[in-house]
């Protein structure tokens, strides 16, 4: 079954360094997310990207937060200048169209220290 | 404003008990979805269930049934004969469309514990 698959699973880095989450959605999906989870404390949206683009975004989501799609296969999201409370597993998913449901990857736990 | 419910924060029962997860949901939209995850201890959000607003039949996946009701808007998950495996965190979502793209809104989740 094809699968989102997310690297690294852990990553540790300190405070105020850039960190870049990779993803790579399934092939024929058009519509990519990026969520997380604070330890212990629901799922939030962070972004939803199609056709090369942001189309949505939460107000989690700021300045610090950029996705990109540098190629076919990979969606990153990179946080310029971490803090402690960006510390959480971060989920990348796709979907096919808009209506589907949502298959995700494993998630990247980050850890800020 | 679209807001997901599961008012359960922890549950446990014992193997082969059946179980119900509540779930209740807000939104203006007349057309959403209805999801259901599962979250093992290692982490990842497995998908369960998609559910549209248009189709209210129950549905019923092994030992697994959920019920959807749009008159209390709610879309409760059952296990039947739970196992230990089923031990997780479960939780509820809806995606509708707010007049954009939308996103899926998650509950925060119900945790399952079924002791041997």
């Known amino acids: 079954e094809p699968e989102v698959t997310q690297t690294p699973s852990h990553q540790v880095t300190q405070m105020g360094q850039e960190v870049i989450l990779r993803c790579v959605p399934i092939s024929n999906h058009l519509y990519f997310y990026w969520y997380r989870q604070i330890l212990g404390q629901k799922v939030e949206f962070l972004v939803s990207?199609?056709?090369?683009?942001?189309?949505?975004k939460s107000e989690i989501f700021d300045d610090q937060f950029s996705v990109e799609r540098p190629d076919g296969s990979n969606f990153t999201l990179k946080i310029r200048s971490t803090k402690l409370e960006d510390s959480a597993m971060y989920f990348c998913a796709s979907s096919e169209i808009l209506t589907d449901g949502y298959t995700f990857g494993s998630g990247t736990r980050l850890t800020v220290v | 404003a679209q807001k997901v419910t599961q008012a359960q924060t922890e549950i446990s029962v014992v193997e082969k008990e059946d179980v119900t997860l509540d779930c209740v949901y807000e939104?203006?939209?007349?057309?959403?979805?209805l999801f259901w995850y599962k979250q093992p201890p290692s982490g990842e959000l497995v998908f369960l269930i998609r559910r549209n607003s248009f189709d209210e039949q129950n549905e019923i996946s092994g030992r697994y049934s959920w019920n959807f009701q749009k008159s209390t808007s709610s879309f409760n998950f059952t296990i039947t004969a739970s196992q230990v495996v089923d031990s997780a965190v479960y939780f509820c979502a809806l995606h509708d469309f707010g007049g954009s793209q939308g996103n899926l809104i998650f509950g925060k989740g119900t945790k399952l514990s079924v002791k041997p």
């Open positions: 939104t203006r939209d007349t057309t959403y979805y």
């Open positions: 990207f199609y056709n090369n683009e942001i189309s949505e």
